[in-house]
């Protein structure tokens, strides 16, 4: 089954709301959690790196302030895209490796079914 | 950032033709692994290789990978139409349990 779950799956907003995505991990805690964007007919770009505890650190180009990363628990990550534009709409994914405590290998990596944004 | 290039960028074949598509990469590496997208769905992973492996098979794929040029290659036999797809490849960058980077991704259309 399913070990990453991400909600909602789809969503349309207007422009200037915001949108909170979450990834949780089902089967394990995780501290560590990554999160990507796809845009249309490319690949996947990591954003940021959620760590439980801590602050989120984000990728060379990802504005922090407008894309709010909260690690509420061991099995719970959200994205906020504040003020999201039409700019903002994109697949977002995100992974969680498997730690080894929890029976994982260090080069093992769930992803989420992804949520598509669209911003009207 | 982006690990590099894959190419093609996009390939056409007929059932039952064979697919390669190749991937380059720029950092060092624990191991690559090849994904599967289809069009607006989720990643499905395909197979992984280990940087001290220089080929893996599983099912109709087949994964080569040369640390020396960094590159790898995955080849698809016998396509059938359910293939058809974006195929990404994926690395580690040297550093187990971090994020993954992605090259640009194949676009493989097969025809019946």
């Known amino acids: 089954g399913a070990v990453v779950s991400q909600h909602p799956s789809r969503v349309i907003c207007k422009s200037g709301t915001s949108v909170k995505i979450e990834c949780r991990s089902l089967?394990?805690?995780?501290?560590?959690m990554f999160w990507y964007r796809q845009f249309p007919k490319q690949s996947l770009m990591l954003m940021a790196t959620?760590?439980?505890?801590?602050?989120?650190?984000?990728e060379q180009g990802v504005e922090k302030d407008k894309f709010l990363i909260n690690h509420a628990s061991l099995t719970l990550s959200t994205l906020t895209v504040t003020s999201a534009h039409p700019e903002d709409s994109s697949f977002y994914i995100c992974?969680?490796?498997?730690?080894?405590?929890?029976?994982?290998?260090?080069?093992?990596?769930?992803f989420g079914p992804g949520t598509r944004l669209t911003v009207l | 950032s982006q690990q590099g290039e894959e190419d093609p960028q996009a390939l056409s074949i007929q059932e039952g033709e064979n697919a390669t598509m190749n991937c380059s990469y720029k950092?060092?590496?624990?191991?690559l692994q090849w994904y599967r997208q289809n069009s607006g769905r989720g990643l499905v992973h395909l197979i992984l290789?280990?940087?001290?492996?220089r080929e893996k098979h599983s099912g109709r794929l087949r994964v080569t990978l040369d640390t020396s040029k960094k590159s790898s290659s995955l080849l698809i036999t016998a396509s059938r139409a359910a293939d058809t797809a974006s195929y990404f490849c994926?690395?580690?960058?040297?550093?187990?349990?971090?994020?993954?980077?992605f090259g640009k991704g194949t676009t493989l259309s097969v025809s019946s």
């Open positions: 992974s969680i490796p498997k730690p080894f405590m929890a029976g994982g290998r260090q080069d093992t990596q769930y």
């Open positions: 089967d394990f805690q995780a501290t560590t």
């Open positions: 959620s760590n439980e505890g801590s602050k989120a650190t984000y």
């Open positions: 950092t060092s590496i624990n191991n």
């Open positions: 290789i280990r940087s001290n492996e």
């Open positions: 994926a690395t580690d960058a040297g550093q187990a349990g971090t994020a993954l980077i």
